[in-house]
T-cell receptor
Framework: LAKTTQPISMDSYEGQEVNITCSHN???????ITWYQQFPSQGPRFIIQ???TKVTNEVASLFIPADRKSSTLSLPRVSLSDTAVYYC????????????FGDGTTLTVKP | NAGVTQTPKFQVLKTGQSMTLQCAQD?????MSWYRQDPGMGLRLIHY???????DQGEVPNGYNVSRSTTEDFPLRLLSAAPSQTSVYFC??????????????FGNGTRLTVT
């Protein structure tokens, strides 16, 4: 499975848009890109998943360029409650459960 | 639905003791897995199962056993606890093992300390 690289930490302020970029240079043709959010003392929670171009749901958008070697998670108008660790995973279409979590990006939202 | 339920929430063991961490899901998910998370780090896959009666090793399987006799339950056994197994353990499940349809649903973890 492709290794992912994310920034270790990011700071933002309430109301701003936050973009977290993940590099996955060795992504395979059938791999998907998935993002999870984790709060302290809780298990990770699925945010969004995509294969190419743009995916949007009620909490986030995921932008994937044509070469798929990177992806960007976009959180619109963050609040203090968005302070968490965000993980980018490259997931094989089959045997998806063998996803490898990197160390994630710690996002701190300040008032 | 309760989702993925892990018990106990906290456990302290002495070196050499054995114990079983319980995981149950009520979503009829085929796929279940166990991860461990050490402080400040990501999750590492210990064992996983794609259905009842089928298990396989993940990234860090040594010192742990699993079984999957029912769809609902996926217990993790520590055979002889060591301080290196001090960690937070998460169980996860998903409907199938196909990425396009199967985000993982996680429990809230078991915090294990081995002294």
């Amino acid at each position: 499975l492709a290794k992912t690289t994310q920034p270790i930490s990011m700071d933002s302020y309430e109301g701003q848009e936050v973009n977290i970029t993940c590099s996955h240079n060795n992504i395979a043709t059938n791999d998907y890109i998935t993002w999870y959010q984790q709060f302290p003392s809780q298990g990770p929670r699925f945010i969004i998943q995509g294969y190419k171009t743009k995916v949007t749901n009620e909490v986030a958008s995921l932008f994937i360029p044509a070469d798929r070697k990177s992806s960007t998670l976009s959180l619109p108008r963050v609040s203090l409650s968005d302070t968490a660790v965000y993980y980018c995973l490259v997931v094989a279409n089959t045997n998806a459960g063998k996803s490898t979590f990197g160390d994630g990006t710690t996002l701190t939202v300040k008032p | 639905n309760a989702g993925v339920t892990q018990t106990p929430k906290f456990q302290v063991l002495k070196t050499g003791q054995s114990m079983t961490l319980q995981c149950a899901q009520d979503m009829n998910h085929e796929y279940m897995s166990w991860y461990r998370q050490d402080p400040g780090m990501g999750l590492r896959l210990i064992h996983y199962s794609v259905g009842a009666g089928i298990t396989d090793q993940g990234e860090v399987p040594n010192g742990y056993n699993v079984s999957r006799s029912t769809t609902e339950d996926f217990p993790l056994r520590l055979l002889s606890a060591a301080p290196s197994q001090t960690s937070v353990y998460f169980c996860a499940s998903s409907p199938t093992d196909r990425a396009g349809h199967s985000p993982l649903h996680f429990g809230n973890g078991t915090r294990l300390t081995v002294t």
